[in-house]
């Protein structure tokens, strides 16, 4: 209870022989109703200290009968005074309290009201259309007030209820009443009804007042105390309930308070709506009500009205939270500050509250971390933006991540008293690892819209805090796209803890030079040094990806420089390679040579340090790599088959080292199997795939090195081959058909081998027919073979060349389908010949024409024409030199006419039709 909400001030008093009955007041207007139906109006003026002085200025009398003023409300949009006094709901202008005169039919419809409200939802200053409720009788009828006429709301029901309403409350379709013991809410457009808890009016007369706009409380009793239940509109509690321990009289409304009268101990008892706990306790003897009139709650007596003023807002808020009430303090800063009317306000006054708000959350945030709310005091630190530089200032582990001075702490949180960490852990038995997790959570989820010094920050603390508390998160840090972790500050943390692969990662990602060698330093350390010990460390295929992703990188961004120096230089990054290569290349030889090979991280294509103009030969990678033969067949593949390489050395060196790789292989699983019984000779397929790969694909091997290495071996299939390539057909036939006892693969391998030679095709056939039908000694011949290869599709034998090998056993019918085939196939080629020698011919008629055309084209320049694109000079001492002129007229000079397909000029392109005519200048292809 060590904040004041509220300070009371007298604000009038009335004549002796008069009792007030009812007030309403606005901004500059206070009105009061008597028991005797007096109604009397003042004028409201600015006194000291936010107080008000009051001034009497007119009063007229309501009530013929001397009848008690029941209920005003005051509509100020209209300037009109709604008035309920015997019964009648009347009209009165404000400041004169005139009677408004109405229709007859109309001031007679609203008689005989027991009690009324205006909907909430309504600015009764400002609107100049009012919703109004009455209850008459046992019925809820709506009205509208326009220009001071009430009128029926024929859009909302008329509503029957059990007995006389004692309280009634509206916002928009929904009404809230008492009557007859029990609360109750009504949907005024569907008349739709809900039961809430009874009431008993003998003890405790019925409270009901809205604390929100879709949300009420009501007071019911329940021996020995008060308790003042929040709804919702849907009938749903929606918070804990207040708790009166003596019985309230009345109550008001000021968010975020509720003011209870309790003239049993003659107090006004402040309690807070957000958390319910008691705020403050005023004198008030012989009080008869409280009234909450929309600007101010009004405590009443019987002669005197007093108003309770709020407490300076910044007071409030500060001692709230300085009290850890920090729900009742957002909510009175949300009040205050959140629920304004922009639109009456300018830019400035707009900003000027936002701030004021994002300053409360900010200190409320702080508050949070104050009382050990840690998740919820980041999440109210997200929401006033605060820089990450502050908060990190509370926690004893990351503060020097911040460059904010320490002293500054109270200022920043605004609260004048801050409690350690430590006590904060220790007073609500907190687990610090759990806390300093929740600060990283929060740090990396503001991250995003943080500035650089902010980044920074961050990632140095997050770094610092799962180095502590979860090394596993470590990466999530240190893969952020962009990294600004502050290496002075987290590598002594780093190493007292034994995060050296973290710390090698961080020292790399600053891709610089001097940072890129310490870091392949403690990399190597953990590789090699038994006494360094890292659990986190990925083993050097990390180490591998890394140093190839960062080559492709480098050249990527020295092949788009724009001028300005780089940190880091595809040479930098190739001489830390040399350095390293030996420990990595022990480490993991296959994936090794991927250091050799690059690919461009923006083009993708794929280049090696040892093609031209790069810093290593492609001999000095072979040197280097050739203690790792596995590595070293792998960069052969690479520059065979990746960098279509036409060296002949490089082609050799690949076939021969996988046959060595294989011969050892084979004789490790020879021997295994004579003294084991095991067979795995499978181990050796995957190699015998790629070494008949580069026997089929590659153009440049010297057979004649590849072909004795090859005799003897149980290789057959790679032997065959060898023999092809060095045009031995027979022999590699043989050994398909015979020694691999595989026809199929004997067919296909002429077909590979002749593509589209029709000529080379039919001679292999032939040769495989021979093999058929004559095989080596000790072999017999394969008559029905080859009797399906002649009839099959595949083959395109010469019938003649057939005819005369077959054997005379065999009859005509035999090969029937052949000799139709055959025939039917050197015919059709005969055709097709005769015709591409026909298109050939036109072709070089028309070809000659056009040339005899362009050659007879005269194009004049000056003597001191020069070349469109640089200016250069064409004929220099009267001899002219070559030129380009393209279809679209521009002449350019051969330095400058790059590409004859494209104007480097205008840059249109041009197709062509040959290799040698340009297309007509209607054909180009902008």
């Given at each position: 209870?060590?904040?004041?909400?509220?300070?009371?001030?007298?604000?009038?008093?009335?004549?002796?022989?008069?009792?007030?009955?009812?007030?309403?007041?606005?901004?500059?207007?206070?009105?009061?109703?008597?028991?005797?139906?007096?109604?009397?109006?003042?004028?409201?003026?600015?006194?000291?200290?936010?107080?008000?002085?009051?001034?009497?200025?007119?009063?007229?009398?309501?009530?013929?009968?001397?009848?008690?003023?029941?209920a005003i409300k005051g509509v100020s949009g209209q300037g009109k005074l709604l008035v309920l006094c015997e019964g009648r709901l009347s009209v009165f202008f404000q400041s004169t309290l005139t009677r408004h005169t109405t229709k007859e039919s109309s001031s007679k419809r609203f008689t005989k009201v027991d009690m009324f409200c205006l909907d909430c939802n309504c600015n009764p200053a400002e609107d100049a259309e009012v919703g109004v409720t009455i209850a008459q009788g046992k019925k809820l009828v709506s009205l509208d007030m326009v220009n001071g006429q009430l009128t029926t709301n024929h859009q909302l029901r008329e509503?029957?209820?059990?007995?006389?309403?004692?309280?009634?409350?509206?916002?928009?379709?929904?009404?809230?009443?008492?009557?007859?013991?029990?609360?109750?809410?009504?949907?005024?457009?569907?008349?739709?009804?809900?039961?809430?808890?009874?009431?008993?009016?003998?003890?405790?007369?019925?409270?009901?007042?809205?604390?929100?706009?879709?949300?009420?409380?009501?007071?019911?009793?329940?021996?020995?105390?008060?308790?003042?239940?929040?709804?919702?509109?849907?009938?749903?509690?929606?918070?804990?309930?207040?708790?009166?321990?003596?019985?309230?009289?009345?109550?008001?409304?000021?968010?975020?308070?509720?003011?209870?009268?309790?003239p049993s101990i003659d107090t006004l008892v402040v309690h807070s709506i957000a958390d319910q706990q008691l705020v403050q306790l005023l004198e008030f003897r012989n009080g008869l009500l409280v009234a909450d009139t929309g600007?101010?709650?009004?405590?009443?007596?019987?002669?005197?009205?007093?108003?309770?003023?709020?407490?300076?807002?910044?007071?409030?808020?500060?001692?709230?939270?300085?009290?850890?009430?920090?729900?009742?303090?957002?909510?009175?800063?949300?009040?205050?500050?959140?629920?304004?009317?922009?639109?009456?306000?300018?830019?400035?006054?707009?900003?000027?509250?936002?701030?004021?708000?994002?300053?409360?959350?900010?200190?409320?945030?702080?508050?949070?971390?104050?009382?050990?709310?840690?998740?919820?005091?980041?999440?109210?630190?997200?929401?006033?933006?605060?820089?990450?530089?502050?908060?990190?200032?509370?926690?004893?582990?990351?503060?020097?991540?911040?460059?904010t001075p320490q002293s500054t702490l109270a200022a920043l949180t605004g609260l004048e008293t801050l409690q350690p960490f430590a006590y904060v852990i220790a007073e609500h038995n907190l687990k610090e690892a759990d806390v300093y997790l929740d600060l990283a959570k929060h740090l990396l989820n503001i991250r995003p819209s943080a500035p650089v010094s902010g980044k920074r920050t961050i990632d140095t603390a997050c770094t610092i805090i799962f180095a502590?508390?979860?090394?596993?998160?470590?990466?999530?840090?240190?893969?952020?796209?962009?990294?600004?972790?502050?290496?002075?500050?987290?590598?002594?943390?780093?190493?007292?803890?034994?995060?050296f692969h973290m710390l090698a990662w961080l020292l790399a990602q600053r891709r610089d030079h001097e940072h890129l060698v310490r870091a392949l330093h403690i990399w190597k350390r953990i590789q090699t040094d038994a006494a360094c010990?890292?659990?986190?460390?990925?083993?050097?295929?990390?180490?591998?990806?890394?140093?190839?992703?960062?080559?492709?990188e480098t050249l990527a961004s020295t092949s788009s420089s724009n001028g300005a120096p780089p940190s880091l230089t595809p040479g930098n990054v190739c001489s830390v390679i040399e350095m390293h290569a030996q420990w990595l290349l022990d480490a993991e030889p296959e994936a090794g040579v991927r250091l050799f090979i690059v690919r461009n991280s923006r083009s993708g294509t794929v280049a090696s340090l040892g093609q031209s103009g790069a810093l290593f030969s492609h001999d000095t990678v072979l040197d280097t790599l050739d203690s790792y033969p596995l590595a070293r067949i792998a960069y052969l593949e690479h520059l065979v088959f990746d960098r279509k390489t036409h060296v002949e050395t490089f082609h050799t060196k690949l076939a021969t080292s996988l046959l060595d790789l294989i011969k050892r292989k084979n004789f490790e699983i020879e021997n295994r199997r004579a003294t084991t019984q095991v067979d795995d000779s499978d181990l050796l397929a995957p190699l015998l795939e790629r070494l008949i790969r580069v026997l089929k694909e590659s153009p440049h091997y010297n057979v004649h090195v590849l072909i004795p290495l090859l005799e003897g071996t149980p290789f057959h299939t790679a032997r065959a081959y060898a023999y092809g390539r060095a045009e031995r057909y027979e022999d590699a036939l043989q050994i398909f058909v015979h020694e691999l006892a595989n026809t199929e693969l004997?067919?296909?391998?002429?077909?590979?081998?002749?593509?589209?030679?029709?000529?080379?095709?039919?001679?292999?056939?032939?040769?495989?027919?021979?093999?058929?039908?004559?095989?080596m000694p000790g072999k017999l011949p394969l008559t029905r073979e080859a009797i399906e290869m002649l009839n099959s599709e595949v083959s395109d034998l010469d019938v003649s060349a057939v005819i005369s090998i077959l054997p005379d056993s065999w009859t005509v019918q035999r090969i029937a389908k052949f000799l139709r085939q055959g025939?039917?196939?050197?015919?059709?080629?005969?055709?097709?010949?005769?015709?591409?020698?026909?298109?050939?011919?036109?072709?070089?008629?028309?070809?000659?024409?056009?040339?005899?055309?362009?050659?007879?084209?005269?194009?004049?320049?000056?003597?001191?024409?020069?070349?469109?694109?640089?200016?250069?000079?064409?004929?220099l001492e009267g001899t002219v030199s070559a030129f380009y002129r393209y279809p679209n007229g521009v002449i350019a000079c051969k330095n400058c006419a790059k590409d004859p397909t494209t104007c480097p000029l205008t840059s249109v392109r041009f197709k062509l039709r040959n290799p040698f005519l340009p297309q007509d200048a209607d054909d180009v292809d902008a």
């Open positions: 209870m060590a904040v004041d909400a509220f300070v009371l001030q007298r604000l009038v008093a009335i004549e002796p022989h008069e009792t007030i009955s009812a007030v309403e007041m606005s901004d500059t207007s206070f009105w009061i109703g008597t028991t005797s139906g007096v109604l009397k109006y003042y004028l409201l003026g600015s006194g000291r200290s936010s107080s008000f002085a009051c001034n009497f200025s007119v009063e007229g009398n309501v009530s013929e009968k001397n009848q008690p003023i029941v509503q029957p209820v059990a007995g006389q309403v004692q309280r009634l409350i509206r916002s928009e379709n929904i009404a809230v009443y008492a009557a007859a013991g029990r609360y109750n809410i009504v949907n005024l457009r569907t008349g739709g009804t809900m039961d809430l808890p009874d009431y008993d009016s003998k003890v405790l007369p019925p409270l009901l007042h809205w604390v929100g706009p879709s949300e009420f409380v009501l007071g019911i009793y329940c021996d020995p105390q008060t308790l003042g239940m929040c709804f919702n509109t849907n009938g749903e509690p929606v918070r804990a309930p207040l708790q009166w321990a003596q019985i309230p009289e009345a109550a008001a409304v000021s968010q975020p308070y509720i003011v209870a009268l309790c600007h101010r709650i009004l405590a009443i007596k019987s002669r005197e009205v007093f108003v309770l003023h709020p407490v300076p807002i910044e007071m409030q808020l500060q001692s709230l939270l300085e009290a850890g009430r920090i729900d009742e303090a957002l909510s009175l800063a949300d009040t205050t500050y959140g629920r304004i009317d922009y639109d009456a306000m300018d830019q400035g006054e707009i900003e000027e509250n936002q701030q004021l708000l994002r300053r409360t959350r900010q200190s409320a945030g702080f508050a949070a971390l104050q009382s050990g709310q840690f998740p919820r005091g980041f999440t109210l630190l997200a929401q006033s933006e605060t820089p990450p530089e502050h908060i990190v200032l509370l926690f004893p582990l990351v503060a020097n991540t911040s460059k502590q508390y979860d090394q596993s998160q470590l990466v999530s840090v240190l893969q952020l796209p962009d990294p600004h972790c502050d290496i002075s500050i987290c590598e002594p943390k780093l190493e007292e803890l034994k995060c010990v890292d659990s986190t460390y990925p083993g050097a295929r990390f180490v591998i990806n890394f140093l190839q992703s960062l080559l492709g004997a067919e296909q391998y002429c077909d590979d081998v002749a593509g589209e030679d029709r000529e080379l095709k039919q001679t292999l056939f032939y040769r495989l027919l021979k093999v058929y039908l004559d095989p025939l039917q196939r050197d015919l059709h080629h005969k055709h097709s010949t005769m015709m591409r020698r026909a298109l050939l011919k036109s072709k070089a008629i028309q070809l000659g024409d056009e040339k005899v055309a362009l050659e007879k084209q005269t194009i004049e320049m000056e003597e001191n024409a020069g070349c469109m694109v640089c200016g250069s000079l064409l004929a």
